[in-house]
């Protein structure tokens, strides 16, 4: 099992910038690539940027440029660095550890308002 928690969302004003973290803790051996994934209100959740261990990125093409996904493996926590925020970056954010199934955190919201 793999517990997953996220911590940064909040109120920004476009243009403004947000750091998520997503710190994971069970059996972290078992995970080959994390992410971050997005729900906006009525729409389907989307991927936002994954990183494998070998440090390879790929990131939905709305963000590239703005959004910077790494990790950190001592302290087994994922971060995304946000800027340039935009109000269409608004939704739930979710951290996701992928195995030999997926783990999901419980989201933290993230508002682009002015």
């Known amino acids: 099992q793999v517990q997953l928690v996220e911590s940064g969302g909040g109120l920004v004003q476009p243009g403004g910038s947000l750091r998520l973290s997503c710190a994971a803790s069970g059996i972290i051996l078992s995970i080959n690539a994390m992410g971050w994934y997005r729900q906006a209100p009525g729409k389907e959740r989307e991927l936002v940027a994954r990183i494998t261990n070998g440090g390879i990125t790929n990131y939905a093409a709305s963000v590239k440029g703005r959004f910077t996904i790494s990790r950190d493996n001592a302290k087994n926590t994922v971060y995304l660095q946000m800027n340039s925020l935009k109000p269409e970056d608004t939704a739930v954010y979710y951290c996701?550890?992928?195995?030999?199934?997926?783990?999901w955190g419980k989201g933290t919201l993230v508002t682009v308002s002015s």
């Open positions: 996701n550890a992928r195995s030999t199934m997926d783990y």
